[in-house]
């Protein structure tokens, strides 16, 4: 007797566009959840659990178009699908649903406060995430849970993520160049991760630091009558 199996005559994420094609009409929303995948590589150097999409569909039903965040986050999964990494994010396959959608809002509104977060619910997202940059008197970052399939705003900067053991919040730094207000993961005790670039300042500044410490040690044995060099 023939077994059916449903999923076998659904769609592959090979065979599925890797986004929606919307051109972003801010540069932010490329920008900051790049930061975001760079800093979790960062964060968790070891595990090959998770997957950060940037701008890709994800595929939940094989005859309706995909809902592209501006990022996303999922656990549990491969981190590498294969050497051609993912062509787009598909439930049926991946057999879970992403624990966090972020949106980037433009000057164009997309429906982040109203549409998007009401199919997020629907989907199930636990975490959503609105970042407004345009914002000056309402908060520019809004972290969002779903509780009994509705979702709760979450108060404070950063905001603690259990469920993913990271924060998620914003502050002034500088990225790729670039010093604004950006959007960072941070651990339990509230300090953020560095990007690549600030750990290579950091680095410098303490480099620098240890040369002054060392000029200072020999003149001051130069000051007692000792020649610095006589001790190497």
């Keep these: 007797m023939l077994k059916y199996d449903p999923l076998a005559c659904l769609p592959s994420s090979e065979e599925l566009p890797d986004s929606d094609d919307t051109p972003v009409d801010n540069e932010l929303q490329d920008l900051i959840p790049g930061l975001l995948k760079a800093l979790l590589a960062m964060a968790w150097p070891e595990r090959m659990d998770w997957f950060f999409g940037v701008d890709m569909g994800i595929y939940y039903d094989p005859d309706l178009p995909p809902i592209v965040p501006d990022g996303f986050l999922s656990l549990g999964v491969e981190r590498f699908y294969d050497e051609n990494l993912r062509p787009s994010y598909v439930l049926w396959e991946e057999n879970k649903l992403p624990?966090?959608?972020?949106?980037?809002?433009?000057?164009?509104?997309?429906?982040?406060?109203s549409t998007k977060k009401a199919e997020y619910a629907r989907?199930?997202?636990?975490?959503?995430?609105?970042?407004?940059?345009?914002?000056?008197?309402?908060?520019?970052?809004?972290?969002?849970?779903?509780?009994?399939?509705?979702?709760?705003?979450?108060?404070?900067?950063p905001v603690w993520l259990p469920e993913i053991g990271l924060?998620?919040?914003?502050?002034?730094?500088?990225?790729?160049?670039?010093?604004?207000e950006w959007m960072y993961w941070y651990n339990q005790q509230g300090q953020r991760f560095l990007t690549s670039e600030e750990k290579e300042k950091l680095a410098e500044q303490k480099a620098q630091q240890a040369q002054q410490e060392v000029q200072v040690l020999r003149e001051r044995l130069r000051s007692l009558g000792v020649d610095p060099d006589s001790l190497t």
Excluded: M, Q, W
């Excluded at 624990?99 to 406060?113: H, M, N, Q, W």
């Design 167 to 180: 924060g998620i919040g914003i502050e002034r730094g500088t990225y790729l160049g670039i010093p604004r």
């Design 99 to 113: 624990i966090l959608a972020l949106e980037v809002v433009s000057k164009t509104y997309r429906g982040e406060y």
């Design 123 to 157: 989907l199930g997202f636990l975490y959503y995430v609105v970042y407004n940059p345009f914002r000056r008197r309402k908060p520019r970052l809004e972290v969002y849970k779903l509780v009994n399939n509705v979702y709760e705003l979450h108060d404070g900067n």
